[in-house]
């Protein structure tokens, strides 16, 4: 069975400062890539997604990710957070040979606080 | 796209009563919806696999005669929560499955049992 791993659990930035959370995975075989995103007091919204091809995949409002494959690591970057960035973050997983069916393995989600 | 709603947003019943929560995909059939709770500031926790046509799947832990599952057609999944008690308390989300396992959430349910 995969799991996820989201190593910091509460990340405080300023704005305009860079971010990067960290996601590693683990399972032997290739897998679908997800970043959620949970804002207060709303639903957990797809920030992208990688399946194949390009590593690095950019999603909604300026986030991108870059899978690294020999590192099992799939983490979320965006060069300049705002305030609006205020949020959960969750990395989810799901082994890429299956089908609509399979449940996403998630990350335990990581929190972000973007002061002023 | 890829919209999916659940209904009501907040329900509050009384202990010993049933209660039931839709979710829609709205712009989208899906064949595979699944079922959540999500406690404070906690990630999701899975607890059914809901399959258009057949029956659902259960989390281990999870009591199937409690938290009955109906996906009747490829764009309607209900959760009924039976005979429902305040340890039931909690936020309900579902999701629906697209394209190579990619779940879109709907808004959740807040269920509150007195």
């Known amino acids: 069975a995969q799991s996820v791993s989201q190593h910091n659990h509460h990340v405080i930035l300023s704005e305009a400062a860079s971010l990067e959370l960290g996601c590693n995975y683990s399972?032997?075989?290739?897998?679908?890539l997800f970043w959620y995103v949970q804002y207060p007091g709303q639903h957990l919204q797809l920030l992208l997604k990688?399946?194949?091809?390009?590593?690095l995949v950019k999603g909604i409002k300026g986030f991108e990710a870059e899978f690294i494959k020999s590192k099992f690591s799939f983490n979320l970057r965006k060069p300049s957070v705002q305030w609006s960035d205020t949020a959960e973050y969750f990395c989810a997983v799901i082994p890429s040979n299956t089908g609509t069916a399979s449940k996403l393995t998630f990350g335990t989600g990581t929190r972000l606080q973007v002061t002023l | 796209g890829a919209v999916v709603s659940q209904h009501p947003s907040r329900v509050i019943c009384k202990s010993g009563t049933s209660v039931k929560i839709e979710c829609r995909s709205l712009d989208f059939q899906a064949t595979t919806m699944f079922w959540y709770r999500q406690f404070p500031k906690q990630s999701l926790m899975l607890m059914a696999t809901?399959?258009?046509?057949?029956?659902?799947?259960?989390e281990q832990g999870v009591e199937k005669d409690k938290f009955l599952i109906n996906h009747a057609s490829l764009t309607l999944s209900t959760l009924t929560v039976t005979s429902a008690h305040p340890e039931d308390s909690s936020f309900y989300i579902c999701?629906?499955?697209?394209?190579?396992?990619?779940?879109?959430f709907g808004p959740g349910t807040r269920l509150t049992v007195l």
């Open positions: 999701s629906a499955s697209s394209d190579r396992g990619t779940q879109y």
């Open positions: 809901s399959n258009e046509g057949s029956k659902a799947t259960y």
């Open positions: 399972y032997g075989g290739t897998v679908n």
């Open positions: 990688y399946f194949s091809g390009d590593p």
